[in-house]
Nanobody, 126 residues
Framework: QVQLVESGGGLVQAGGSLRLSCAAS????????MGWFRQYPGKEREFVAT????????AYADSVKGRFTISRDNNKSTVFLQMNSLKPEDTALYYC???????????????????WGQGTQVTVSS
C-alpha cells in the first residue's frame, strides 16, 4: 500500500506563489509517474501536471502552463508543484497521485492513477 500526503496549501493573494509537496510512504517506488490534479466544488477532478518516473518528462494543463512547475526528489519520495502568478481561478483542492502503471511515460487522465492523497486547499484572493 502507498500513502500520499500533500502539504503546502494555504491562502495567498493573486500574483503570489505557493509550493505544494507530496510525500509518499509505504511501498514507495520511484518507477512510477506522478501527477497533480485539482478539484473545484461540485466539479470533477481535473489534471494539472504530471512528471515521469525520473523527471525527464513533464506535461501541464493549458491553464497552468508557464506558471506551474512539477518536480520530484526520488531520494525523498516527494513530488512538488511550484505555483507562481497565482490567479483566483486556481482556488481549488489539490491532490497528488501515483500512476497505476510502472515504467516509462507520463499520465494525464484521472483513470491512469491508482493512489491519491487527501488533498490540500489552495485559496487565491483577488
Amino acid at each position: 500500500q502507498v500513502q500520499l500526503v500533500e502539504s503546502g496549501g494555504g491562502l495567498v493573494q493573486a500574483g503570489g506563489s505557493l509550493r505544494l509537496s507530496c510525500a509518499a510512504s509505504g511501498r514507495t517506488d520511484s518507477n512510477f509517474a506522478m501527477g497533480w490534479f485539482r478539484q473545484y466544488p461540485g466539479k470533477e477532478r481535473e489534471f494539472v501536471a504530471t512528471i515521469s518516473r525520473f523527471g525527464s518528462t513533464t506535461a501541464y494543463a493549458d491553464s497552468v502552463k508557464g506558471r506551474f512547475t512539477i518536480s520530484r526528489d526520488n531520494n525523498k519520495s516527494t513530488v512538488f508543484l511550484q505555483m507562481n502568478s497565482l490567479k483566483p481561478e486556481d482556488t481549488a483542492l489539490y491532490y497528488c497521485a501515483r500512476r497505476a502503471l510502472a515504467g516509462v511515460g507520463i499520465a494525464t487522465t484521472r483513470g491512469e492513477y491508482i493512489y491519491w492523497g487527501q488533498g490540500t486547499q489552495v485559496t487565491v484572493s483577488s
